[in-house]
């Protein structure tokens, strides 16, 4: 399925032809945030190496959820673990291996900071950009696009009945993935490079 197909069935499904512009325009891009808030499977999920030289460095653009922090020193990788705000601010010392990681305004706070290879594993936002017409996740999934792209549709013309229809529909798709892909995952993180 392309975008163009997408937006055929979304006007198909909420009987809505005098929208069809928008739902191209507005309603998938809403629904495409709304998939990278709550999809956690394979096709989104990417990892990327950062050099940073500075703590608080940002991370990437389609970055949507965290799935986990390596830092590669002298002894191999390492796993960071994550923290709150309150308590990585009790982590100030410098030098030795990085251990704790915050991510917050979209920055990545490591403590002890050193410089050096970082490979950041994370879901992407799924998109479907102008010059392309599909992605991984579209074409794995077409209902999950369905469904999101109805709900911000509901939203917009305030049909509180179909909207709860499409939540409970997206829901159940959502969970059923990202259950499928953690029995197939384990605890390894995805290594398709960004």
């Given at each position: 399925m392309n975008k163009l197909e997408l937006s055929e069935l979304v006007v198909l499904f909420s009987h809505r032809p005098d929208l069809s512009d928008d739902i191209l325009a507005t309603f998938i891009p809403l629904a495409e945030v709304r998939i990278g808030r709550e999809l956690k499977s394979s096709e989104n999920e990417v990892s990327l190496l950062m050099q940073p030289t500075d703590n608080d460095f940002d991370v990437p653009a389609d970055f949507s959820t965290i799935r986990g922090i390596q830092f590669h020193?002298?002894?191999?990788?390492?796993?960071?673990?994550?923290?709150?705000?309150h308590t990585i601010n009790q982590w100030r010392q410098t030098g030795g291996t990085p251990q704790r990681y915050l991510i917050t305004a979209r920055k990545i706070q490591v403590r002890p900071f050193v410089a050096g290879d970082f490979d950041l594993f994370y879901y992407q936002k799924p998109a479907l950009p102008l010059d392309t017409s599909e992605n991984a996740v579209l074409d794995a999934w077409p209902n999950l696009y369905l469904y999101a792209s109805l709900i911000e549709l509901n939203v917009f013309a305030q049909d509180d009945e179909q909207l709860t229809v499409n939540i409970g529909a997206f829901d159940i798709e959502v969970k059923q993935i990202n259950?499928?892909?953690?029995?197939?995952?384990?605890d390894k993180p995805a290594m398709r490079r960004a």
């Open positions: 020193g002298n002894e191999g990788p390492h796993t960071l673990t994550s923290l709150d705000l259950k499928s892909a953690d029995r197939g995952r384990g």
